[in-house]
């Protein structure tokens, strides 16, 4: 960990132990900001998917751009050349903090939470790329922090904002399929190398990148291509492999469509167990019990070398797998989304349902993912992907898979609101990392 941070100020700043507020530019977090004043934001990470919210943040008032790797933001920063620019996000919110609002945080999944909850402590609202964590601690972290500092907050599981996916939670809960007690997802991930040793090679370190601040609070290692600038998601220490890296997309629709909560229980076969990283395929097994008026329902995901094939699924003569998908087997039908988002999707049999009658529209329609978050950062309704009511669920679920991926074959009785496998004391260090003493997290209480 770089000591190049003033530790005193940077405590005083943060003050994180009793969950304390800042006073932002406009008044207490949660105060309404006029709709027609631009924000003030901040983009911790900016290349590759956080370019996407540099364009985003621009168009409101990018004060600040934040990387550890100079060539991996070249783009941001030569489309941008005028923005300040920052390596730790801990000094841009020490430093200019007063002049920020709110903070996108696109890096890897082991970063999110630190970045998030220094920002929000602040009283920055924030937005944060899918999987909102890496460990269901974590995830628990980000909604209770969101929840006592009042800002705004998204995840960025663009599908939710989607017409097509908020239509199939209407068709799903008008009982067009009837009631759900089966759930199939399968991903044509990992795309990155899974279920490998890790390098012996130490390498030299690009001169752009600063390794020890890309490192973070994880396990010290030494520098190797192999790792970046994509390949990290594969890694137990940075990544949450093709399951946390997919399901908070694959898993979005059905999760809304058939109000999962938490599950009774989960257990997982994988390819071969390794050290260090994700298998190259697994299969894991859900549970859920009855909720509202809702029937229990058992869902299996599919990824790597053990994605299904049509028969397994039961689907119809003539339907094809896709390469990324999801199946709902109602008691009248199914409902086939083929795709990662949710948003394309048909009713299966198809003849059967040719010509049926479907639900009136009654969710409301999204401006854009981001352009929501930005809506309720200046006082409109909550986004959607928000982390207390929404995402931090979503991806408790996603990551207690990544958990049962590394204790494969052990079924979890699973205690959802004490995040406790009641059978297996030896998941617990995989739901709650430790984190170095200097870090956010080494003194925040839930």
């Not at 269901?136 to 909604?143: D, G, H, Y």
């Not at 239509?167 to 399929?177: D, K, L, M, S, T």
């Not at 028969?311 to 990324?324: A, F, I, N, R, W």
Request: net charge positive.
């Amino acid at each position: 960990m770089s000591q190049r941070i003033n530790r005193r100020t940077f405590f005083r700043n943060s003050a994180l132990a009793g969950f304390s507020i800042y006073i932002v530019r406009n008044g207490f977090p949660g105060e309404s900001t006029s709709p027609n004043e631009k924000l003030n934001i901040a983009c911790i990470g900016c290349g590759g998917k956080g370019a996407e919210e540099v364009d985003d943040a621009a168009r409101e008032n990018l004060v600040a751009m934040c990387d550890v790797d100079g060539e991996r933001a070249a783009k941001s920063y030569k489309k941008l050349p005028d923005v300040r620019r920052y390596k730790d996000f801990r000094r841009m919110l020490d430093e200019i903090g007063k002049s920020i609002d709110a903070v996108t945080v696109s890096t890897p999944d082991h970063i999110h939470t630190p970045a998030a909850v220094m920002a929000m402590q602040m009283g920055k609202h924030a937005f944060v790329q899918k999987p909102m964590a890496r460990t269901i601690w974590e995830c628990r972290v980000l909604a209770e922090v969101a929840k006592k500092t009042k800002v705004a907050t998204q995840m960025g599981n663009q599908g939710t904002a989607s017409n097509g996916l908020r239509r199939a939670v209407e068709v799903i809960q008008a009982g067009v399929i009837g009631p759900v007690r089966r759930l199939h997802i399968w991903t044509n991930r990992p795309i990155w190398p899974q279920g490998i040793e890790r390098p012996r090679e130490t390498e030299p370190i690009p001169a752009t990148l600063d390794w020890d601040l890309w490192l973070g609070p994880s396990p010290k290692r030494p520098y190797n291509h192999a790792y970046l600038p994509f390949n990290w998601r594969g890694w137990y220490d940075w990544g949450t492999g093709a399951f946390g890296d997919m399901a908070c997309h694959t898993l979005n629709m059905p999760y809304w469509a058939l109000k999962l909560g938490y599950p009774a229980s989960v257990e997982a076969q994988v390819a071969k167990l390794m050290p260090e990283t994700y298998p190259s395929g697994s299969v894991v097994n859900y549970e859920f019990p009855a909720r509202e008026n809702l029937p229990p329902v058992k869902f299996t995901w599919y990824d790597g070398d053990k994605k299904p094939n049509g028969e397994t699924l039961g689907l119809p003569e003539g339907e094809k797998v896709s390469g990324s998908g999801a199946l709902l087997v109602g008691e009248k039908g199914m409902l086939y989304s083929d795709g990662d988002y949710g948003d394309k999707w048909h009713l299966v049999p198809q003849k059967q349902f040719e010509g049926v009658r479907l639900p009136p529209e009654t969710l409301p329609r999204s401006p854009g993912h981001f352009q929501e978050w930005v809506r309720a950062c200046k006082g409109g309704p909550p986004a959607k992907s928000n982390f207390p009511d929404y995402a931090g669920l979503l991806t408790e679920i996603v990551t207690l898979g990544c958990v049962a991926q590394r204790l494969p074959g052990r079924k979890l009785d699973w205690d959802g609101p004490n995040m406790k496998a009641r059978n297996c004391p030896e998941a617990d260090r995989f739901i709650r990392p430790e984190f170095p003493k200097g870090w956010i997290l080494d003194s925040v209480k839930i």
